[in-house]
Each structure stands twice: as C-alpha cells, then as structure tokens.
C-alpha cells in the first residue's frame, strides 16, 4: 500500500491509525537498536494522539491531510518537549520550547510525530557518522554509511519504522542520504517552505523538505509544509499547488518534457553510477521525453564557493552557543569538523575588510546561479545523478576534501536556490543508487511530477 492509499484507508476506517503506529512501534523496537536512526522517541504520547485521532474519525469528524501517519524529525528542527540537540553535545540537554512552522503544520494536519531522527553535528556533514549519539547504519547496504547529513530520517523510512520524515537540505543533506538509502528525498525552492525553528547551518541555504517511500508521499508533506509564513521572512508568498492533485494525472507527465542532461555532471560520477543513470534517462525517452545535452562549465568552483560561504554563515550562527543561554560553550565541545567550519568562518570574517574570499564567493555564487537558471531556460528539469559516489563503510577515515566530494553534484541547487529531488534510480551490488532532478526555482511541481511519472515506469 502506498502512502496515498494508507491516508485514504485510515480515513475510511479500514484501517485504524493506533493499528498503524503500533505496527511502527514494533518495527522501531526491533530495527532501531541496529541502525540508530531515532535518537529519541516518544511512544507513549504518540499513541494517545493516535486514539485521539481514531476518535475523531470514529465519530465523524473532520481530519487533517496526514490523520494517522508517523512521521520522524530532524533533530535540528524544533519540537515542543522533545531534546532538540543537532546531534551535538553542546545541545545535549537542550529541549525545544515550541513547534517550529513545519513542526505546527503537521500536528494541525493529524500527523503523528513519533520521534526524532539522527544526523551529522550540526548537519555538517555527508556521512551521519560525526553525530555525538553514534553513527546511524544503512539499512539497505548494512555496515556502510547512510548518507547525511539527514540520516536518520533517510534510514528510517527506508527501513519502514515510519511513514515519512523531515530533513534539511544545505547543499545537500536530504539528497544525498535519500540516495545512499534508496528512498526518495526532496529539497524545495529557497524559500517555498519556512525554516522557522530550524537550527542554521548557513542560512542561505538551508531549506527543511522530507522524505518518502513514495511520490505520494513528498506530494502530500509538501501539501502541508509549503508556503508563506509571516513569521519567516525568506519564504515567499506563492501560488502553492496542489501537489497530490497534480501526481494523479502525471501519467502522461513524460510526454514532450525536455530533459536536460549536463555532460559535467556524468563526467565527475563513477561508472556504475553513470550506467544507471543513463538507463534510466533511455527508459524516459522511451516514454516520450525528450533529451536536451548541456554543458555546464563552472562545477569546478560550486564546492569552494559553497564551503566558504558554509564556514562564514555557520561561524556566525554557532555565536550565539556560548554556554550562556543553551547550555555549553560550542567550542569546547564540538566534533572536529565543526570546529574546522568554526575556524574558518572566523579566519574568513577577519579578512573581510578587505574583500578576499567571503566577497568573491558571493560573485561567484551569482555566476552559478545565472549559469544554471540559464541552462534551465531551455528545459525543464535537469536530470543526472545525485551522489558521484558510492556509500563508504561506517568508521573509513576519510580526507576532508573527500568528505566534502559526495556534495559536487547536490550543493549546486543551494547555490542557485532551486528546487531538488533525488528518487531511486537502481543499485550497484545491493548499494541504492539515486537519480537527480533539478528545476527552475518555484518549479517544485514539476518535480513532483516527474518523481510520479518515473515512479510508475517500474
Ligand atoms: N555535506 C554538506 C555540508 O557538510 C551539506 C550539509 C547539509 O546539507 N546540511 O555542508
């Protein structure tokens, strides 16, 4: 059953939504000690919202659009009573004292937020291994990273101990794991969904989107999180569509759509990557896309651009972690690749007067964007591969600079502000293998559609 007919089972009663959160509960019980992707969980309230809900539907009343469904959070992402800590011991004891705009959303749609979901410290990362609660396993590849820095989430609705999840994506960290966990994985536009108590890694980035097996269910979380909020002054107050209604009739979605397909990006991925991807490409076209060459000349500078920029917002952010207010001094506490991010960011800040680095990262941060909104222009999705690499083995030591590598292909849509969506492609050996799609900005639906109509391809 897919989550569209969950949703619609609940509310005709054939199903109950207790039954459903009791199924999961069993799951988490015996997969979550072996993969570590709930950090902390809340069952016991979960179940009375669940009777709460059954109540309600028992008797006739109206439900929200998730009545019933089981939904994990980031553990970057506030949540009344539940331990918001970033995977950081610097928030260890931290507990959220409201609901973020997404987090009110859900509960005012009936969703039932069971727990919270590990993740790299402070999402700074690609691996879900620098988390102080331990690393989160891969439950379709076990003993190899599930991505991150949204690990947990990724693995948890890949390993069904929940109907969906939240992430947040800075330049890449719902992609990537939905793609080293063969689930799908969505980024929204800059802008189309509040990140209103969402704990920053570089504000200009950063964007909260979900996970799901399926494109009903990116279509029905992007339903209830999208659009305006006063309280949120980067959101932008669009025309939302109306996401669900738009994947029933994408059947046909496929005709006449043109693809664009950056030779770069293929150029930059492993060979069974490349492979995989290029099949899927063929079995599009087969059903009436249309495929467009592109070139994109500037992925060489998309990390540089994007690390540095990382560094200087996420310095300033982590200020206000002084062990006054939310418990310990950042610096005395942290992993190391936080504390690199903490040195750099301050190295760049005081070189600023004269213009060095944080400056022209920001010109070239507008030449990538102009570049890829150009490339757009002439299609309507880019499609390619989302991770150029396959997942490592939990505990490999790996380089920085080849950490940092598993983002070349996902960083570029948080640069350029577009919408973003790995759904799976395949796998290499059993490894999951995720396919790309990027769109023009506030083409969120396109995606969507497209996620639907490759979907039914299988
Ligand atoms: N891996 C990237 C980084 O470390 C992206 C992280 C993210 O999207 N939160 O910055």
């Not at 659009?65 to 553990?75: E, F, H, M, P, R």
């Not at 939905?178 to 969505?186: L, P, T």
Request: include cysteine; aromatic fraction near 6%.
């Amino acid at each position: 059953m897919n989550i569209l007919e969950k949703s619609q089972s609940i509310r005709n009663h054939e199903k109950t939504a207790s039954d459903n959160l009791e199924g999961f509960i069993k799951q988490i019980n015996k997969v979550n000690p072996k993969i570590n992707a709930f950090v902390e969980l809340k069952t016991d309230e979960a179940i009375e919202r669940a009777n709460e809900i059954d109540g309600r539907i028992n008797k006739g009343e109206k439900v929200g659009k998730l009545a019933g469904l089981v939904v994990g959070i980031k553990s970057n992402i506030n949540v009344e009573d539940f331990h918001v800590t970033a995977a950081s011991r610097t928030l260890e004891n931290y507990i959220g004292s409201y609901d973020a705009t997404v987090i009110r959303r859900i509960k005012a749609e009936d969703g039932i937020i069971v727990g919270m979901t590990n993740m790299d410290e402070f999402a700074a990362g690609s691996s879900t291994e620098t988390s102080f609660h331990g690393p989160t396993d891969n439950p379709r590849a076990p003993g190899r990273i599930p991505g991150g820095s949204s690990g947990g989430s990724a693995a948890a609705v890949a390993s069904k101990i929940c109907d969906l999840a939240l992430g947040s994506d800075t330049g890449g960290s719902i992609r990537n794991p939905a793609s080293h966990c063969g689930v799908m994985g969505f980024k929204p536009s800059y802008g189309a969904v509040s990140r209103q108590g969402l704990l920053d890694l570089a504000m200009s980035f950063d964007q909260i989107g979900s996970f799901s097996m399926d494109a009903g269910g990116i279509a029905l979380m992007l339903n209830v999180i999208a659009g305006e909020d006063r309280r949120e002054c980067t959101t932008i107050d669009w025309e939302v569509p109306d996401f669900t209604a738009s994947i029933a009739d994408s059947r046909n979605a496929l005709k006449g759509m043109r693809l664009g397909v950056v030779k770069e990006f293929f150029d930059v991925s492993d060979e069974p990557i490349v492979n995989i991807i290029e099949e899927r490409i063929h079995q599009m076209q087969e059903a009436g896309a249309e495929v467009v060459e592109l070139n994109f000349d500037y992925l060489k500078l998309c990390l540089p651009t994007y690390y540095l920029i990382n560094y200087v917002e996420f310095f300033s952010a982590t200020r206000k972690y002084d062990g006054r207010k939310y418990g310990e001094r950042i610096e005395e506490v942290c992993g190391e690749e936080v504390l690199r991010r903490i040195h750099m960011g301050s190295y760049i800040s005081q070189q600023e007067y004269s213009g060095k680095y944080y400056k022209k990262a920001l010109q070239a941060r507008s030449l990538i964007r102009k570049e890829i909104t150009g490339l757009l222009k002439d299609v309507d999705v880019l499609v390619g591969p989302t991770v150029p690499k396959l997942p490592h083995k939990v505990g490999t030591q790996l380089e920085p600079m080849e950490m940092y590598a598993y983002d070349i292909l996902t960083v570029i849509a948080n640069l350029a502000g577009i919408p973003a969506a790995s759904t799976p492609a395949g796998d290499v050996k059993g490894i999951p293998v995720g396919m790309q799609f990027q769109a023009k900005p506030l083409d969120d639906e396109k995606i969507v559609k497209l996620m639907a109509a490759h979907e039914g391809l299988n």
